[in-house]
Nanobody
């Protein structure tokens, strides 16, 4: 079983920055991808950024140029560097890992962008 634990969320002013971390533990069977999703109140969960096994990345149009996903393979950890944050980035952010056994989710970390 794979466990994902997110950290780094919080309250930040518009224009500010945050760095989210997601540490994966357990038995990971040939990881396919790791990434971040978010869900704002009353909205569906959406992809923010993902990184596949070979390092290629994919970003939602709304975060391109502001967010950067990175991975530390030795630590089985994925990061999301978020800059120039906007109130519309306010959401619960969830870590996702996909391996050959299935998809796993963290419990989420809340990001609030407000003055």
């Amino acid at each position: 079983q794979v466990q994902l634990v997110e950290s780094g969320g919080g309250l930040v002013q518009p224009g500010g920055s945050l760095r989210l971390s997601c540490a994966a533990s357990g038995i990971i069977f040939s990881m396919k991808s790791m990434g971040w999703y978010r869900q704002a109140p009353g909205k569906e969960r959406e992809l923010v950024a993902s990184m596949i096994r070979d390092g290629r990345t994919n970003y939602a149009d709304s975060v391109k140029g502001r967010f950067t996903i990175s991975r530390d393979n030795a630590k089985n950890t994925v990061y999301l560097e978020m800059n120039s944050l906007k109130p519309e980035d306010t959401a619960a952010y969830y870590c996702n890992l996909v391996d050959y056994n299935g998809a796993y989710w963290g419990k989420g970390t809340l990001v609030t962008v407000s003055s």
